[in-house]
């Protein structure tokens, strides 16, 4: 594979020197770290290994990778073997993609609070959803959750949010079958917003109560609990963003989706542009904006952009597993669901018939048609059809 034109390395190598001596002081180790790392990633430093052939002499230079989870180079190898481990535990189920945002006004706190909150929003949010799931009014069954975490927008601003990768369906409460959803739809979207936005709000103060919160420059005043509550109140009437993308075609179109998302840095080299006098000018894509209009370019100050480029608090995984999919009981739970599944299928009749059905209108008085009964392959029904000349139709 050719070397993009211009990377993430180059940028930081020519202008990561400068940058971090004016920003000296306010730059945490965590970015040093990965600066480092990206310009030195597939260099000299690291070392690496000479390849001759035996036949021709034809020598080549391999440089070692960094493999810093941040580094635009490092991801295929990574996201390949974590993909391979995944494909084992795919259900033969419709999957679903829902998505949770934070509001601007709470990403604002979470951009000086990274580590805190965004390991709040993991867990709230998979609360949230195992909660209605479990609710006998909506599916009233166990799921198993995959979420994944981008702190970013396609423009680099701070935009926090989790991707979640949802089989359609769950173990019953009791353990003994499987539920599965209604076609194309998972679970409503209101009521999951209303509830992250209750759950999110409580856990918040109550951390902020516990003293887990820093806040300094413009939110230096939200230390303070009477002016933390009054930054609040507003966010308790307005809609959170919950939403629910169309269900996958299948297990296959799950690994591809996810294998753009579980791996995916701030940005990738092959978005850039140029990097001159002007500053660094990048492919983005409008999601506002539906067709074509949608991709377009933008230019930051070189500056503003390494102050872009997102860095994950040390030990916060961006890939999370809840509900069945959650680690220690993940085996047990998928061999389960395989063998309620498969029992479900031997034993269920196709719904189409009785969907069928329902569109039927009755020969004899036009009234509505209802499925009174369903019966298994190979057995008699116990209800038999009768001719519609031989059934009266009262009249009075």
Not at 200 to 228: N, P
Not at 331 to 350: H, K
Request: charged share 20%; proline share 5%; aromatic share 10%.
């Amino acid at each position: 594979m050719s070397r993009p034109a211009l990377e993430v390395a180059d940028i930081f190598r020519d202008h990561g020197p400068a940058w971090r001596q004016v920003h000296a002081g306010h730059v945490s180790l965590d970015q040093l770290k990965v600066m480092s790392a990206i310009e030195r990633c597939r260099t000299a430093a690291l070392g690496g290994h000479v390849a001759r052939c035996e036949d021709c002499a034809y020598t080549t230079i391999a440089y070692n990778s960094c493999r810093n989870r941040h580094c635009p180079k490092c991801q295929g190898a990574a996201a390949k073997q974590w993909l391979a481990d995944r494909e084992a535990e795919l259900l033969p189920v419709p999957y679903y993609h829902v998505v949770f945002t934070l509001p601007a006004a709470i990403a604002d706190i979470a951009y000086q609070n990274k580590a805190v909150l965004y390991d709040l929003l993991f867990k709230v949010s998979a609360e949230t959803m195992l909660t209605i799931a479990e609710d006998p009014k909506h599916l009233g069954a166990r799921i198993g959750i995959t979420s994944v975490l981008h702190t970013w927008g396609s423009a680099l601003t701070h935009h926090p949010h989790v991707h979640m990768i949802v089989p359609g369906g769950g173990i019953s409460l009791d353990g003994q079958r499987w539920v599965s959803c209604r076609p194309s739809f998972f679970l409503p979207m209101r009521v999951l917003s209303r509830l992250f936005r209750r759950l999110f709000l409580q856990k918040l103060i109550a951390t902020h109560q516990a003293g887990r919160l820093s806040f300094f420059g413009d939110h230096a005043h939200l230390a303070e609990a009477q002016s933390f509550t009054t930054y609040l109140a507003p966010l308790r009437k307005v809609e959170w963003l919950v939403y629910a993308k169309r269900p996958f075609g299948g297990p296959e179109a799950v690994l591809a989706y996810l294998s753009r998302y579980t791996h995916r840095v701030a940005i990738a080299n092959s978005r850039l542009i140029a990097c001159d006098r002007r500053g660094v000018t990048f492919k983005w894509k409008d999601y506002r904006i539906q067709g074509r209009d949608r991709y377009k370019q933008m230019t930051l100050g070189t500056f503003e952009f390494i102050r872009r480029f997102h860095v994950l608090p040390k030990g916060l995984h961006r890939i999370g597993h809840y509900g069945l999919f959650a680690k220690g009981s993940c085996a047990d739970n998928i061999a389960r669901a395989r063998e309620l599944l498969a029992t479900s299928n031997s034993q269920s009749e196709p719904t189409s018939a009785a969907a069928d059905y329902s569109k039927l209108s009755c020969p004899c008085c036009g009234g509505r048609m209802i499925v009174i009964e369903v019966f298994a392959r190979g057995t008699t029904p116990r209800h038999q059809p009768t001719a519609p000349n031989l059934i009266r139709i009262d009249s009075s």
